[in-house]
């Protein structure tokens, strides 16, 4: 079946400007993460969504960041005003439940100039 | 203190030789342990998970959990080229979601 989806796989923007980044999850899966990865560093947790629960936005790093997801499916990550500093690869993941595995989309690849 | 901490590496082993990867955790509430490989470029994918004290192994690869010294570590067995990779331990709370990932360490297996 289908994985994970996100697009754009990269996006170029300009300090200040504000990007929305999407994701598909796989279908029934109730969980979705998303998570921001610097080069050469780890995974940073921002948020996750979990059916009809609110989600935890414990890691989202500035209120520039925000994220929805609709109708428990596709979810959007928006960054207002963009900083250099938020260049990085944004990967999405969704997963059937907690404690299980999490399956990982392409990610995108996103440059602030 | 990170909530999970890694040595970044990069180990390196010859072909052949076992990999032993080691992963610290602070939050005693943790319940769920992973371990995902990450190669250059790519997107994580799920290597193994643990949930119980000792060992659990599948194929040529073994974790081990051991929560009073929260400690969790993979052991590769007769490494190959195709294991080098970054390795990222992850941690989940009980029944909790949020999943905190360590910074990775960097394998290289030397044909």
């Known amino acids: 079946g289908a994985g994970v989806s996100q697009s754009p796989s990269n996006k170029v923007t300009e300090k200040g400007k504000d990007v929305e980044l999407r994701c598909d999850p796989i279908?029934?899966?109730?969980?979705l993460y998303w998570y921001r990865q610097s080069l050469g560093q780890g995974l940073e947790f921002l948020i996750y969504?979990?059916?009809?629960?609110?989600?935890?936005k414990s890691g989202l790093p500035s209120d520039r960041f925000s994220a929805e997801r609709t109708g428990g499916s596709v979810s959007t990550l928006t960054i207002q005003r963009t900083q250099q500093e938020d260049s990085a690869v944004y990967l999405c993941?969704?997963?059937f439940g907690n404690g299980e595995t999490q399956y990982f989309g392409p990610g995108t690849r996103l440059l602030v100039l | 203190q990170k909530e999970v901490e890694q040595n970044s590496g990069p180990l390196s082993v010859p072909e052949g030789a076992i990999a032993s990867l080691n992963c610290t955790y602070s939050?005693?509430?943790?319940?769920?342990f992973f371990w995902y490989r990450q190669y250059s470029g790519k997107s994580p994918e799920l290597i193994m998970f643990?949930?119980?004290?000792g060992d659990k192994e599948d194929g040529r690869f073994t974790a081990q959990l051991n929560k009073a010294s929260q400690y969790v570590s993979l052991l590769i067995r007769d490494s190959q080229p195709s294991d080098s990779a970054t390795y990222l331990c992850a941690v989940q709370r009980s029944g909790g979601f949020k999943t905190i990932f360590g910074a990775g360490t960097r394998l290289f297996v030397k044909a």
């Open positions: 643990i949930y119980s004290n």
């Open positions: 993941a969704s997963s």
């Open positions: 969504f979990q059916g009809n629960s609110a989600p935890d």
């Open positions: 939050d005693r509430g943790s319940q769920s």
């Open positions: 279908s029934g899966h109730t969980a």
